[in-house]
């Protein structure tokens, strides 16, 4: 596995991972090559890192005044996963802003210890009302401060 | 509830399904109402019959010379479901003919006995290579047969 | 063709629909069995009448008092469905009650006559705030009175 | 507009893309902020990259001995997209090796000449059997050579 710049090896295993979200695959999910679409692993991010926001923050984020929309994806293909076997995303966040947030996701499948996909997701805060840039709500913060990790190189500078 | 008929209230119960498949919500599953999608339930289905097909046969279904295809669905939506909570899906068998099985389904979130849709879904088996319609796999078939239930009103016949 | 009660063959074609709405299909849209997957014409459904609701009022529906919760839904699977061709879905109304209304829908793909799905599609009108069961809203009714069609046998009375 | 590195504004506007392909957007792709969730901008890319494919080669190219697997996509969010507009997906290639493809696609919707979204989509090209990586089928070069663009500086080499 090589990073979006080409460089080292990324060595994020399920172990690197200190949480990890169970997601149950579908039917629908596979496609005409027998695997899950690459589409469908944006939806694991997705569900992971708000499930965990709203899990760890007792709060329904969604009727927060500000909320994160998403500014930035990406996702590094590395094994196809499958149905029916579940999923586990594992969180890391590798940058905590003023307005933004940059999670590290990994994907499992089976008992491999390697990754099937690591993606990247970039979370800014909006004022829910007029959608101008806001500070990350306090439980919010609070919430993903214990996921920080170091950087890896191919994360860079979002707002 | 009313069926499709208008008819009696339907008293299908969590308590009424004996095989229950535990099926995560995904972030992306609601819609501008801020509640689950009327089309994820047929996803929710479409997941739970082959999801059990293939745990009771101990077979990859999609493999075999003869596959299920959906020949009709129906679906009414009793209660709201949202992310993230996880949603139980019933299933029962209400006919099985010579190349068609009739499944009924529940939905059910949280602690409601109720449901909060039932749905009904016909497999008609087709040859893989051809098509044409054929024999229920006696895999299939000995794994849906524990699960046959008395017919309600709305079942009628399907090839 | 048969209804879900086993009736006559319904024969609705294209040109039996006054409104036919373009809908592109999706690479995503098709499953391990190469063909458009059952749970993605609900989504034709869902889209062809809230797309035409939209256009037909020039409202965005979204926004009004009462908007419209899908009751019930049934599809009947005639023949597939493939990408990248494109899908015309085809709207008549077979019932406008005080709260609901009862959609029939065809898709059609490439040039043929037949259809490759009838479905019934139900919209039971609620308050947006408290979702308590509330009169069509006027620009609604107006936009689909023009849409009433005959019911068919297999269309029967909801609310 | 910022590139993954945070670095110069990418000039990428409408009229930077030869090849404009229409998808029509659905109800179901808006979530809960009333904006098209940010998964469904993949199911955009594959599709209008897989939709040119096969369009450009008059083939089926799901059926070719060498299918192409997406290795890597990513995306920067920019503007809202929103039902029931239909959104045009600008199609560029930065890049073609031996055996992967990597694009640069362009979001838009309205008259707008700025892009909704600028996403990055490898494909790599595997034996269809074995899934061992292959050299890129001549019909698919032929196809996407036209295509061929500068690279910026966030397109970095892929196999």
Redesign the interface.
Known sequence: MTG???GQPAPFRRADFDVLR???????D?????HV????Y???F??AV??HL??ATGTDI?RLDA?G?????????LRELA??DDVQAGLAVTRIGTSSIVYRIGLFQGQSPEPAAIGRFVHVYVDAATRVVTPIPEAVRAAVSPLLVEPDATT???A
């Not at 169970?22 to 629908?28: A, F, K, L, N, P």
């Not at 596979?30 to 027998?34: A, H, L, N």
């Not at 929309?69 to 293909?77: D, I, K, P, R, S």
């Open positions: 979006p710049d080409g169970t997601i149950t695959t579908r039917w629908e596979e496609d005409v090559y027998g679409n690459n589409v469908v944006y939806s694991f997705d569900t708000n499930g709203i899990d969604r909320v929309l998403v500014a930035e994806t990406q996702c590094e293909f149905f029916p860079s500078g979002s």
